[in-house]
């Protein structure tokens, strides 16, 4: 069951709320159609994810159990074999997204099954926990020469026998097509980013098309048609059984599942060092807090939302559904109720992955500083039949666990980037118990830093320990403490945990400062 927080909770987010009131729709809306192509001609983007995944997945070995997806692919971009800006293009796209919690190699995984679901309904179940490959891999992608004998003997050693090869190659051909700029050898025609010459006819619908026009020759796919054969590798591989698997292909429903089924064991191909999650499943009941602090006067503010998942078969009705906060102070004794408010805003609601729904419920508080909050359990009733179900965070210890030493002070924090060093000074400002600085520990912040490597969007995440200083402000429980660091324009936006000996306060995002000034403490 879910236990909050997960460090799954950023693909969450961008899985699980791609439209509606509250949304995270950085990766979805790059896709918001399937043949969207962010006003380039003859991209494709659900193609070029779907491509990207592929290049980086095929290389795995599985008796050595090294390769598959582990973002590897990012710095094997200077092969003929991963010729194209399709793969340049996604890192690009995924490249924000990337964080310690989420790798690329996840966020590449989560790219395919995005498109795929947008293109053609597929429901490919996204396990995670790849880590990410800090140099390029072995080399071996098929391309369109390489004869029918390497390129079985490539699936194979991933784990593909021949009938999954077909199936994977007829998968992935029915989105997008062969880019002349790329590919002059084998698309006709004039050499222009929007000479694209497509798979099949229907290019931005995830169909059976490919194989239809396959087997009745209606097909203009330029991997089979093209009059030099050397370079017509779908012609190959599709006929390598001698079209046993294509003739069972054309069926659609028996198409989308087997592509379901092929897509899920290529994500799936990781390094033997790597142990996959379960599939994310969406979070029945899960709280964002933003924000917990204090405030000028001492006490404690807190405020955020419950997130609660009203899909049809949850069986709840938003209309019918009181939450509340049941929360306990520092010392772990009950205190009053919080209540919510449904949310009214555009609907109230959020939609995702598999037509997921979610309904949201808002609360604000102001708590006296000697009682602070160490965390809360969440009360969910249905007004109609008076039933009433405590959440207690799957039995985890202080239930919904707030840390009652350590506040991010995000008022007196901020973000500046001067322009003419190219440097972003970050200024992060923390409330911390004067019960917790009584352990003698130095309060420090551990800032993710996102270095920029050459030619690579994908980011290097490094840690960087900076000691926190006072502050010059004391209420009777707690001390402002405050750290400075310096970052790249690309690590504005980044994560940072707050530790004062044992206790921490985990995964602290900047994004909302860039741009501010620290106001007064
Ligand atoms: C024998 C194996 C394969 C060969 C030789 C091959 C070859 C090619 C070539 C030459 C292109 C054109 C690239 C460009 O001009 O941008 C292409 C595009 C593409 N391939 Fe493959 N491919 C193979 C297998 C696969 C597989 C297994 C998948 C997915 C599971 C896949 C997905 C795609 C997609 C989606 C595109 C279109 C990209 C776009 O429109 O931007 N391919 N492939």
Redesign the pocket.
């Known amino acids: 069951a879910y236990v909050w927080p997960s460090t799954q909770d950023p693909i969450d987010d961008l899985l699980y709320l791609q439209s509606g009131y509250i949304r995270f729709g950085s990766l979805s809306d790059q896709v918001s159609s399937c043949g969207f192509g962010a006003g380039s001609p003859g991209i ?1 983007k659900s ?2 994810w ?2 990207t995944a ?1 290049h980086d997945a095929a290389t795995h070995d599985a008796a050595a159990g090294t390769g598959g997806v582990d973002g590897s692919i990012q710095y094997e971009l200077e092969r003929p074999e991963n010729l ?1 800006a ?1 793969l340049n293009h996604t890192l690009a796209d995924i490249s924000s997204s990337v964080n310690v919690h989420s790798s690329a190699a996840d966020l590449l995984s989560l790219a395919l099954v995005i498109a795929v679901a947008r293109c053609g309904d597929l429901e490919v179940p996204l396990r995670l926990g790849r880590k990410d490959a800090t140099e390029a891999g072995i080399k071996g992608v ?3 020469h ?1 004869d029918l004998e390497t ?1 079985r003997n490539r699936f194979q050693i991933a784990g593909f026998n021949e009938a999954d090869m077909i199936t ?2 007829a ?3 029915t ?5 002349s700029v ?2 002059p050898e ?1 698309v006709t025609g004039t050499v222009d980013p929007a000479n ?1 010459a497509r798979f099949d006819n229907t290019t931005d619908k995830f169909d059976t098309k490919v194989v239809t026009e396959y087997l009745d020759n209606s097909s203009r796919n330029p ?1 089979l048609r093209n009059t030099n054969d050397t370079l017509n ?1 779908d012609k190959r ?1 599709f006929a390598a059984d001698g079209n046993v698997t294509m003739n069972k292909l054309a069926d659609a429903t028996y198409y989308k599942a087997q592509c379901e089924s092929v897509f899920t064991r ?1 994500l799936d191909l990781v390094p033997s060092d790597v142990t996959l999650s379960e599939p994310l499943q969406p979070a029945d009941i899960r709280p964002y807090i933003t924000k917990y602090q204090l405030s000028s006067n001492g006490s404690v503010e807190l405020a955020g939302r419950i997130r609660i998942r009203t899909s049809p078969d949850s069986g709840r009705v938003a209309t019918d559904l009181k939450v509340s906060l049941l929360p306990t102070d520092r010392n772990g004794q009950s205190i009053q109720e919080i209540t919510t408010t449904a949310a009214t805003a555009k609907g109230g609601d959020s939609f995702g992955y598999l037509k997921e729904r979610f309904n949201w419920f808002e609360f604000s508080k102001v708590l006296p500083a000697t009682t602070g909050l160490s965390g809360f359990n969440i009360k969910l009733t249905v007004p109609s039949s008076g039933l009433s179900t405590t959440y207690d965070n799957a039995g985890a210890a202080g239930g919904f666990a707030l840390n009652p030493d350590i506040t991010f002070q995000q008022p007196q924090s901020c973000v500046s980037f001067d322009s003419a060093t190219n440097k972003g000074t970050l200024t992060l400002t923390t409330a911390i118990s004067k019960k917790a600085l009584a352990s003698g520990a130095t309060p420090q912040v551990r800032l993710v830093q996102r270095i920029d490597q050459p030619r690579n969007f994908i980011p290097k995440l490094e840690q960087q320990v900076i000691q926190m200083t006072p502050a010059g402000k004391e209420t009777a429980e707690y001390v402002y403490y405050r750290a400075t660091g310096t970052v790249g324009r690309n690590g504005l936006q980044t994560t940072f945990d707050v530790e004062v000996g044992e206790s921490k306060l985990l995964f602290q995002e900047t994004t909302a400062l860039v741009g501010t000034t620290c106001g007064a403490l």
């Open positions: 494709q193609a070029e779907v491509r592929f194209g399709a098929p391309e369109a390489t390129t994977l190659v998968c992935g051909h989105l997008g097509g062969v880019h790329d590919h084998i694209v991997l590798s591989v290529m």
